[in-house]
């Protein structure tokens, strides 16, 4: 019989995600305990208020507000708390004491992985993160390990569950954004401040995270364009489904490569996807991630992208690792930062667009709208004009172009705007996926 070694475990946080993972430690720690190869001690659970409600009944005597003592001799630290500080704090001081950490952060990771990872580097402990991208659905793992010999081209998907959900009921039920907005908030989908999810701030995180791992460069939030889908309405869900498209919350992490050498592009925005498009199929709250390799092509990621027991899996495989790792001793392995790829700006990359315009229903119009996009270098690959539906003697003309640089686009879009024919530019929108 194997002489297990007994491995304590610090937790930090209790909500959704946390309360399961205590549950799992728990009821599950015999079959852990063999996996591991060690005896997983659940030492404590840091939390703000022992008496807080929780989704799992939690045994009281493991609460504690006193994370500082919890981490003091924890093997593995799993920091479940979520923002900046005191998680950042309590991340650095579980690796200077010899713990290995899981977390989920994605907004510190994006933010402060730099210093995270440096500090785990140094001390040679592991940092754990598959839970901060994608729920349950391993995508970190295989970019880290699986993938570690390949080069990666493009990864590509919808990495926001809550945002798909709206947009998903938007579409497939006819809803106004408002109204997908509160059936997102009363399940509970939304985070806390939900301009996070709506504005794009969480995808652009988890995009930050994929670009950092796939292109073995520091990329944080702030490198990441990003535009939510706070403007998207029912209308243009309407307009794309009738063009066969439908429209999603994309995150785009892409190598370029250009004259002066090697850059990335890493952006998160709504865009149309041909109903055809494998993505267009990812309902609900679902997540998919494309990952395009050099040598083994195209693979695709797909599953929860949310949910406390869901995500709860992705900390469990990570737990599990570690206490291996803390087993076989060695140091931790890093992450691989050194091709410091500089970020292109978003004018550098290609793209399609489709463009709204509501112009007076009169004759010459339309060639006066052609010419003003050819004389910008922009080729139209469709026209379709109908009329208004909110103003008399008025059309809209939906454009689309040929794939272009976006500087060319965005810089027809202006000319277009200013000119004396259009009314209003009505929606612009890129199209992914082709
Ligand atoms: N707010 C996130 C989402 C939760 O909607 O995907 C999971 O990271």
């Known amino acids: 019989m194997i002489d297990h070694r007994r491995l304590r475990v610090a937790l930090l946080g209790a909500g959704s995600v946390g309360s399961q993972v205590a549950n799992l430690l728990l009821t599950q720690a015999s079959e852990l305990s063999e996996r591991a190869g060690a005896d ?5 659970i840091a939390v703000r208020d022992v008496d807080a409600a929780r989704d799992v009944d939690l045994p009281r005597e493991l609460l504690t507000t006193d994370a500082e003592s919890l981490i003091v001799g924890a093997d593995i630290v799993i920091e479940l708390m979520g923002g900046i500080e005191p998680a950042r704090t309590h991340i650095l001081a579980a690796l200077n004491s010899g713990a290995d950490v899981v977390t989920g952060n994605k907004a510190l990771l994006a933010t402060h992985g730099a210093e995270i990872f440096d500090a785990a580097d140094q001390l040679g402990a592991s ?17 880290k390990d699986s993938l570690a010999g390949d080069r990666i081209q493009r990864i590509f998907g919808i990495v926001n569950g809550s945002t798909n959900f709206i947009l998903d009921k938007m579409d497939r ?10 059936i997102a908030t009363d399940l509970g989908y ?6 996070l999810d709506l504005e794009g701030y969480d995808a652009a995180q988890k995009a930050a995270i994929l670009a950092s791992l796939a292109f073995h460069t520091h990329v944080s939030l702030d490198d990441v364009h990003r535009e939510g889908i706070e403007n998207i309405t029912a209308d243009m869900i309407d307009g794309a489904r009738r063009a066969g498209f439908t429209i999603k919350l994309l995150a785009v992490c892409e190598r370029l490569e250009g004259e002066d050498g090697e850059s990335i592009s890493v952006r998160v925005y709504p865009a149309l996807i041909s109903r055809e498009h494998p993505l267009a199929s990812v309902h609900g709250g679902n997540n998919a991630v494309f990952v395009e390799a050099a040598a083994a092509g195209d693979l695709m990621f797909y599953g929860a992208g949310a949910g406390g027991i869901q995500t709860a899996s992705a900390i469990m495989g990570d737990v599990v ?12 392995v890093g992450e691989s930062p050194r091709q410091s790829l500089p970020t292109a700006p978003i004018g550098r990359i290609m793209t399609r667009y489709q463009v ?5 229903d009169e004759p010459g119009v339309l060639a006066q709208i052609s010419g003003i996009v050819s004389e910008a270098g922009v080729s139209v690959a469709t026209v379709e004009q109908t009329p208004s539906s909110d103003a008399e003697g008025r059309a809209h003309i939906v454009i689309g172009t040929h794939r272009a640089r976006e500087q060319a686009l965005s810089d027809t879009v202006a000319r277009l705007a200013e000119s004396d024919v259009v009314e209003r530019v009505v929606s612009v929108l890129r199209v992914e996926g082709e």
Do not use: C, F
């Open 40 to 44: 997983l001690e659940l030492a404590g």
């Open 127 to 143: 940092v754990s993160y598959e839970a901060a991208v994608a729920g349950a659905i391993p995508i970190i793992r295989p970019l």
């Open 173 to 182: 039920e006819g809803l106004s954004a408002e109204e997908a907005q509160r």
């Open 190 to 195: 939304l985070e806390a401040d939900p301009t």
């Open 321 to 332: 690792s570690a206490a291996r790792r803390h087993i076989a001793g060695g140091v931790g």
């Open 356 to 360: 709204t315009l509501e112009v007076a």
